[in-house]
């Protein structure tokens, strides 16, 4: 970069640094030695880099600790607590004590879900939101699924969607449909079939996820149960 007013520049005026200005001054120290960054994952499963991480520690118990250098990086971070990687979601929390060490069993997860044997006339936006929200809250329909909205074309054979589903609701099979006259009367039906790209574990007794009901150690156990682990 050419300066055409040379002879105006003053003792404190400051050239600007180019790039050929930094590489060309041996008083500018530049290490050129690159090293390795460990790099995660983002919601598609795609690999990105996360500004400021430094360590992961093992918990041993599904916890994973993730150090950062720096808070903006970790702010970053912790700004979106939930992430799906490969189908599955990855809950992230910045820690304090209160929260412990112990593994944390939320009462309410994203899941994908497959709607199967969908019916034509509920290949809309307003017909799958429908379906779906028997299951829990609704929140995005896959590039495929959202192209047959649209277009009228593509794979019927089920719509994929993420639902958010509370513990206490349950992972249902199947979703009933009614077809009703003006006069709420039902006149035939329809089940929907329901399939899980991952089946998370569900207590029914705690109304969380990451432990089944049989599992579970706060609950009473029956006497056929004792009687089998005696």
Same mark, same amino acid.
């Given at each position: 970069?050419?300066?055409? *007013?040379?002879?105006n520049e003053?003792? #404190?005026?400051?050239? &600007?640094?180019?790039y /050929?200005?930094?590489t060309m001054? %041996?008083? !500018? ?39 950062f ?6 702010n970053?971070?912790?700004?979106k ?7 599955k ?11 412990g ?5 939320p009462?309410?997860?994203p ?5 199967? *044997? ?5 290949? #809309?936006?307003?017909? &799958?939101?429908?379906? /779906?929200?028997?299951l829990?809250? %609704?929140? !995005?329909?896959?590039s495929?699924?959202?192209y ?6 593509g794979?019927?054979?089920f ?13 249902k ?5 009614q ?7 039902v ?7 329901v399939?899980y790209?991952?089946k998370?574990?569900?207590?029914s007794?705690?109304n ?19 009687a089998?682990?005696?």
């Open positions: 970069m050419l300066n055409e *007013n040379k002879g003053t003792e #404190t005026s400051s050239p &600007i640094k180019t /050929a200005h930094v001054n %041996p008083e !500018i120290s530049m290490n050129n030695q690159l090293r390795s960054i460990p790099t995660v994952l983002n919601d598609l499963g795609e690999e990105v880099v996360v500004y400021g991480y430094k360590d992961i520690v093992d918990n041993g118990n599904g916890k994973w600790l993730f150090k250098s720096r808070d903006d990086g970790l970053e971070v912790a700004a607590s939930l992430r799906m990687v490969n189908g979601p990855l809950l992230v929390y910045r820690w304090d004590p209160s929260i060490l112990d593994k944390v069993e009462s309410v997860l899941v994908w879900v497959k709607l199967c *044997n969908m019916l034509m006339e509920a290949w #809309t936006n307003v017909g &799958i939101s429908a379906i /779906a929200s028997c829990g809250k %609704p929140k !995005i329909m896959d495929m699924t959202t047959v909205c649209k277009s009228g074309m794979r019927t054979k719509a994929r969607v993420l639902v958010e589903i509370e513990a206490i609701k349950g992972l099979d199947e979703i009933e449909l077809y009703r006259d003006k006069n709420q009367v006149k035939g039906t329809k089940k929907v079939k399939e790209d991952w998370p574990l569900v207590c007794h705690c969380v996820f990451g432990h089944s009901f049989e599992k579970c150690s706060k609950r009473t156990r029956t006497v056929e149960e004792i089998r682990e005696t």
